[in-house]
């Protein structure tokens, strides 16, 4: 028995340099391109994260877009849905046609971060200022694809294929009734006359520690519909509610049993579920019952007959529950507006897995749970196959489990995402396009 482990320890041995070198490496043009650019693109990152612009408003972004992209040499299209940026890398060798998308819009909330660099913008939004800040991370994304695409033209020549960047607006959502994203962009022809085989996006993610990367294949990320409510009752003065109708406490009884539909009517055993209720307004006085309520709120789904009937019992309940109370409830469902779930192709993922692994290590590349965020990435996954992957945002020392989450005032970014970023993009662009693997 001795012999036989003293014989197994060195068959071991003897085979793991094999396993070693087999294991994907980073590119040495990645490295190299990587830390030319780290200092930049941090740059660029506080340079767009100090100025944020909403949904459809990205004028300034999208400008300073287009003049860093003609300074290295490419020819942008713009004003693509609304304020849209489009190139196309040429490789000087034959090869295959890849997209890389990145968002550029910020969100309507007030930084709470005390950054040197923190944003003090403001701008109107549902008929009220508010501040804007990019707490989701799409000034990162900006910069690190402004990386990518500078390092992929330095390597121009000896590139194959030819390489599309997306610099999307409005990710989060054009303000109805204007349209926007990454919907208008595929409306208006962005893959007419450039079908790429593959497009690659990224989105940096509170709840991953810097330095890691999440991905899975199939599902990632939930579907997302907005839907909007109004109880109707019968003003009245708040000293005699008998001679009115209460819109408020029948909203409040509404949105009490709209839990029931996820807790009580969905399986979810099969897939997740939710049913938020994000804005109530109805009433102006202390002491005058209103006429109605209005309520707006979001449904994340992953299957779609779930979904379809989650619409439906969110009518009935808005229906019943108002009509028990003696009021009426209008419920509108905007499906058109809705993302369908984001879904990585199984096969792509697999295949740039090693990708991943390469830039960070086959340690600190896992899977993540379901995520009931969306993206409208999604709409990209529907036309060709895709893989969008989250970067770790939260520093060392930090618990990803309680940091202030992406759409936080308080959400922070470790810049040490900037440079994984620009590493994964670079080494899964460049391995596709090579027709391999990791180098």
Not at 170 to 190: D, Q, S
Not at 375 to 391: G, I, K, R, T
Request: hydrophobic residues 45%.
């Amino acid at each position: 028995m001795a012999r036989k482990t003293v014989l197994l320890s060195a068959l071991l041995c003897a085979l793991a340099p094999l396993a070693q070198a087999q294991d994907a490496a980073q590119r040495p043009e990645v490295a190299a391109a990587a830390n030319r650019l780290q200092q930049q693109v941090v740059d660029w990152r506080r340079d767009f994260h100090t100025h944020p612009e909403l949904s459809n408003r990205e004028e300034r972004t999208a400008a300073k877009v287009a003049e860093r992209l003609r300074a290295m040499g490419l020819s942008p299209k713009t004003g693509v849905a609304v304020h849209g940026v489009v190139a196309i890398i040429k490789g000087g060798l034959p090869g295959p046609k890849i997209a890389l998308r990145a968002d550029m819009d910020a969100l309507p909330v007030t930084e709470q971060t005390g950054l040197p660099f923190a944003s003090k913008a403001t701008a109107e939004y549902r008929g009220e200022q508010v501040g804007v800040m990019h707490a989701c991370g799409h000034d990162a994304h900006t910069a690190t694809l402004l990386g990518v695409a500078d390092a992929l033209v330095a390597m121009r020549d000896k590139l194959p294929g030819e390489v599309m960047l997306i610099f999307q607006p409005a990710e989060e959502g054009a303000p109805p009734p204007e349209r926007g994203g990454a919907e208008l962009m595929l409306k208006e022809g962005l893959f007419k006359d450039f079908k790429p085989e593959a497009v690659f996006g990224l989105h940096v993610f509170s709840s991953v520690q810097a330095g890691q990367i999440a991905v899975r294949g199939g599902p990632l990320m939930a579907a997302s519909d907005r839907f909007g409510i109004t109880v109707n009752g019968r003003q009245t003065h708040g000293s005699a509610p008998w001679n009115g109708v209460d819109p408020i406490v029948a909203a409040s009884d509404l949105i009490g049993t709209a839990q029931t539909i996820v807790s009580r009517r969905v399986n979810l055993s099969k897939q997740p579920a939710v049913v938020t209720f994000g804005a109530i307004k109805g009433g102006i006085r202390y002491n005058i019952i209103p006429d109605s309520v209005e309520m707006v709120g979001t449904i994340r789904t992953f299957d779609p007959d779930m979904r379809k009937q989650i619409f439906a019992d969110l009518r009935n309940v808005a229906e019943h529950t108002a009509a028990a109370h003696g009021a009426t409830a209008v419920t509108d469902i905007y499906e058109k507006d809705g993302n369908p779930a984001t879904v990585n192709d199984p096969a792509l993922t697999a295949r740039m897995l090693p990708s991943l692994q390469a830039v960070v290590g086959k340690d600190n590349v896992y899977e993540p749970p379901l995520q009931m965020g969306s993206e409208d990435f999604s709409l990209y996954a529907q036309q060709v196959p895709s893989m969008f992957f989250f970067v770790g945002s939260t520093g060392a020392g930090i618990d990803p489990a309680t940091a202030p989450s992406n759409h936080s005032p308080r959400f922070l970014l470790d810049e040490k995402a900037l440079d994984v970023g620009l590493r994964a993009l670079l080494q899964v662009s460049l391995d596709y396009l090579h027709g391999g693997k990791a180098g």
